[in-house]
T-cell receptor
Framework: DTAVSQTPKYLVTQMGNDKSIKCEQNLGHDTMYWYKQDSKKFLKIMFSYNNKELIINETVPNRFSPKSPDKAHLNLHINSLELGDSAVYFC???????????FGSGTRLTVV | EDQVTQSPEALRLQEGESSSLNCSYTVSGLRGLFWYRQDPGKGPEFLFTLYSAGEEKEKERLKATLTKKESFLHITAPKPEDSATYLCAAFSGGYNKLIFGAGTRLAVHP
């Protein structure tokens, strides 16, 4: 069983579209995260949720909106996609903040 | 500002040639120093957590060490399957988040 699963794995879309990426973890972890990895492979945190509550919201455009229906799921919705949004987006989870994170396999978003 | 810097950016080794990767950090209230391995097209895979200066952890050919300013990942007699990007991350207690370095791309050739 996959511990942290993201869908879709690849997403190609046109500028201006709205898209969502889904994430689910079956580890029983309380905290979930979204990270963005740019073309230089640099991982930067976007959001962190603990038990469905938003903990960290970095300086991310408000076109990005996370939603956590329960502590096992953290979805990412992106409105009005721009070329600069092209990147790999990783979902992760941890038992507590400060513990080792378990990452999903990533969603490669390409905006054309 | 909290920061994690890794060096070198890329490292090419012959099989069996031991070396070390460096991770220097400046974070407020370090609550853990993490090492991850990332293979192409995959998510980072957790390797180690170090919590205090002087701590060491080992796993197969890898050994991680921690001082008050930096961490090292020592690779002893590497094999081609050790080729990957190794990421270092520091958990900032001040900002309550995990801050990643840019990684070291390791290539081990037979």
């Amino acid at each position: 069983d996959t511990a942290v699963s993201q869908t879709p794995k690849y997403l190609v879309t046109q500028m201006g579209n709205d898209k969502s990426i889904k994430c689910e973890q079956n580890l029983g972890h309380d905290t979930m995260y979204w990270y963005k990895q740019d073309s230089k492979k640099f991982l930067k945190i976007m959001f962190s949720y603990n038990n469905k509550e938003l903990i960290i919201n970095e300086t991310v455009p408000n076109r990005f909106s996370p939603k956590s229906p329960d502590k096992a799921h953290l979805n990412l919705h992106i409105n009005s996609l721009e070329l600069g949004d092209s990147a790999v987006y990783f979902c992760a989870s941890s038992r507590e903040q400060g513990d080792g994170y378990t990452f999903g396999s990533g969603t490669r978003l390409t905006v054309v | 500002e909290d920061q994690v810097t890794q060096s070198p950016e890329a490292l090419r080794l012959q099989e069996g040639e031991s070396s070390s990767l460096n991770c220097s950090y400046t974070v407020s209230g370090l609550r853990g120093l993490f090492w991850y391995r990332q293979d192409p097209g995959k998510g980072p895979e957790f390797l180690f957590t170090l919590y205090s200066a002087g701590e060491e952890k080992e796993k197969e050919r890898l050994k991680a060490t921690l001082t008050k300013k930096e961490s090292f990942l020592h690779i002893t007699a590497p094999k081609p399957e050790d080729s990957a990007t190794y990421l270092c991350a520091a958990f900032s207690g001040g900002y309550n988040k995990l801050i990643f370095g840019a990684g070291t791309r390791l290539a081990v050739h037979p």
